[in-house]
């Protein structure tokens, strides 16, 4: 069993900043690439941002340049810095971690935390 916790969602004004943290905890394999992705209203779920075991990052076109991810090994942990917000960025958004169990690649999801942005 494998459990994602999310933090740091909220509301705040337009132009303000946000840190999202997420913790994997119970069976953990060996972790391989972990993410944020988000979901508007009425809209289709779209990877934010990623990053791999090695540091790697990437991000949608909408967020570079104002969004961060980073990630803590040691403490199974992933981090979304969002500064700069648009009330575009308003969604629910989730962790996603991806493990590699016997050979195999797992993706467990977290539970999802509400960002709104007012303008």
């Known amino acids: 069993q494998v459990q994602l916790v999310e933090s740091g969602g909220g509301l705040v004004q337009a132009g303000g900043s946000l840190r999202l943290s997420c913790v994997a905890s119970?069976?953990?394999?060996?972790?391989?690439?972990m993410g944020w992705y988000r979901q508007a209203p009425g809209k289709q779920r779209e990877l934010v941002a990623g990053i791999t075991r090695g540091g790697s990052t990437n991000y949608a076109d909408s967020v570079k340049g104002r969004f961060t991810i980073s990630r803590d090994n040691a403490k199974n942990t992933v981090y979304l810095q969002m500064n700069s917000l648009k009330p575009e960025d308003t969604a629910v958004y989730y962790c996603n971690v991806q493990m590699i169990i016997l050979g195999r690649t797992y993706d467990f999801w977290g539970q999802g935390t509400q960002v709104t942005v007012s303008s």
């Open positions: 119970g069976n953990i394999f060996s972790i391989n690439d």
